[in-house]
C-alpha cells in the first residue's frame, strides 16, 4: 500500500514569496491534515479535510496560509506571503475516519525554509 | 493552558534500563490518547494508542491512562539504542473536529 506523498520535500525561498506543497493520502483515507511542526516543537493542527469538506481551520493563519482539497483526494498547502517564522516543516497525513480510534499517517514532509 | 504538555528535558538512559515519559492534557472530555515516536528527520508514527483507565502493554513498551488526573504516561521497558527518539504524546478531543493535539515531546536517548 502506498504511503502517504508530499512534495516537494524542500524549499527554501526568501520573505514576502509565495510558497505550495502538495499531498496525495492514502488510497480511501476520508479525512487529510495538514500539520506544521517548528524545530523542538510537537505537531501544530493547521487544518483538517473529511472528504473535500473543511472541518476544523482554527489554527490556520487565514490571513496568509489558503488550503483546498477540491476532489476529496489530493491537496494543496499556500503560504502568501511568507515570513521568517513559517520555517516549518510541513505534514501531511491521512486517516480512514475522523472517529476517535484513527490512527494518523504521515508523509515524508516538507521543510521550508524563509530567508 | 497547552492542550498536551511535556515538560520533561532529553532522558538519557542506559541500554536495558526503563525510560518513563509523562504527559498531561486540559481537555477533560478527552477520550483517545496516544503516543508517537519520531526518529531525527522523519514523520512520527503510531506506537500506543489507549482509550480507558489503567495500562495497556504492547511489547516492551506500556502506556498508563489516569483519565481523573489528566496524566498518560508511556514506559519502555529494556530500552535499546533503536528506541533513542524523540516521543510525542497526542490527545484527541472528542466533540468538534475531533483534533488530534501534539506535546511538544520527549528526547530519549538510549546509550549503549
Known amino acids: 500500500e502506498a504511503g502517504v506523498a508530499q512534495s516537494p520535500r524542500y524549499k527554501i525561498i526568501e520573505k514576502r514569496q509565495s510558497v505550495a506543497f502538495w499531498c496525495n493520502p492514502i488510497s480511501g483515507h476520508a479525512t487529510l491534515y495538514w500539520y506544521q511542526q517548528i524545530l523542538g516543537q510537537g505537531p501544530k493542527l493547521l487544518i483538517q479535510?473529511?472528504?473535500?469538506?473543511?472541518?476544523?481551520d482554527s489554527q490556520l493563519p487565514k490571513d496568509r496560509f489558503s488550503a483546498e482539497r477540491l476532489k476529496g483526494v489530493d491537496s494543496t498547502l499556500k503560504i502568501q506571503p511568507a515570513k521568517l517564522e513559517d520555517s516549518a516543516v510541513y505534514l501531511c497525513?491521512?486517516?480512514?475516519?475522523?472517529?476517535?480510534?484513527?490512527?494518523?499517517?504521515f508523509g515524508e514532509g516538507s521543510r521550508l525554509t524563509v530567508l | 493552558q497547552k492542550e498536551v504538555e511535556q515538560n520533561s528535558g532529553p532522558l538519557s538512559v542506559p541500554e536495558g534500563a526503563i525510560a518513563s515519559l509523562n504527559c498531561t492534557y486540559s481537555?477533560?472530555?478527552?477520550?483517545?490518547f496516544f503516543w508517537y515516536r519520531q526518529y531525527s528527520g522523519k514523520s512520527p508514527e503510531l506506537i500506543m494508542s489507549?482509550?480507558?483507565?489503567g495500562d495497556k502493554e504492547d511489547g516492551r513498551f506500556t502506556a498508563q491512562l489516569n483519565k481523573a488526573s489528566q496524566y498518560v504516561s508511556l514506559l519502555i521497558r529494556d530500552s535499546q539504542p533503536s528506541d533513542s527518539a524523540t516521543y510525542l504524546c497526542?490527545?484527541?478531543?472528542?466533540?468538534?473536529?475531533?483534533?488530534?493535539?501534539f506535546g511538544k515531546g520527549n528526547q530519549v536517548v538510549v546509550i549503549p
Open positions: 479535510f473529511q472528504n473535500n469538506g473543511v472541518v476544523d
Open positions: 497526542a490527545v484527541r478531543r472528542r466533540y468538534g473536529s475531533n483534533r488530534l493535539a
Open positions: 481537555d477533560r472530555g478527552s477520550q483517545s
Open positions: 489507549i482509550y480507558s483507565n
Open positions: 497525513a491521512s486517516s480512514f475516519t475522523r472517529a476517535h480510534t484513527g490512527e494518523l499517517f
